[in-house]
């Protein structure tokens, strides 16, 4: 799903209140869940950048009776303290989270960190300033209980906040990567040079934590 998230015209500055739109919007979908999807086996959820926030609403305001399997959220703009404080109802909910963080997301460098502090004052969420969760990884490192402890992306990837999900051109494929899929330690050389390897990696990364 998309969902009004960043200005047209002034992307970044209005981040504070971008918040606010994301809680909207999670609990539109939870009702359209409610409303289309009662009665099915289990559901996922998968997100990037600010749709961090948008799913952990979404499943804070679903009905006790939906089963919720996985979380995996990348390049999460979102207090990395998130899953053990303002979100620990939701995260209790699921039975695994994934998190792909990036210490080279510049997005989340350069702008996260002041909009954060705004935010805190005049909006919701942990006061001030915390890193992102998709740039440092969950604090504490290990929680909640069914966090899958994966490492953060290796320095030598390169994985920007537009590296996951944005591409020019078609992704390669069947991708060219060891299975399982799995984040390397830090020094590890990136597992391919070919056009958009990071997008098709990211795809099939996420395409593994559904089970």
């Known amino acids: 799903m998309l969902w009004p998230g960043d200005s047209r015209w002034l992307p970044f500055v209005d981040y ?21 999807f009662a009665g099915v086996n289990s559901l996922s959820f998968v997100s990037h950048s600010l749709g961090a926030r948008t799913m952990l609403e979404t499943i804070r305001n679903l009905d006790q009776s939906f089963k919720l399997k996985t979380l995996t959220v990348m390049a999460a703009a ?14 209790q909910r699921l039975e695994k989270i994934s998190v792909l963080a990036s210490s080279e997301d510049e997005v989340l460098k350069l702008a996260f960190p002041a909009g954060n502090f705004a935010s805190g004052i005049i909006s919701r ?4 300033w915390h890193g992102a969760l998709g740039r440092y990884g969950p604090y504490p490192a290990d929680q909640p209980a069914n966090l899958c402890k994966t490492p953060n992306l290796p320095q030598l ?10 591409s020019d051109c078609s992704v390669p494929g069947p991708p060219p990567y060891p299975l399982p899929l799995t984040v390397q330690p830090q020094g590890t050389a990136p597992p391919s040079n070919a056009m958009n390897w990071q997008q098709a990696w990211a795809a099939g990364f996420v395409s593994t934590r559904f089970a």
Not at 125 to 128: A, I, K
Not at 157 to 166: D, R
């Open 16 to 36: 504070p209140l971008e918040g606010d739109e994301a809680i909207k919007s999670g609990r539109l979908l939870a009702s359209y869940l409610a409303s289309r």
């Open 78 to 91: 979102i207090d990395d303290t998130c899953l053990v404080n303002e979100y620990r109802d939701a995260a």
């Open 125 to 128: 969420g942990d006061p001030y």
């Open 157 to 166: 990837w390169k994985f920007g906040h537009h590296s996951y999900i944005n």
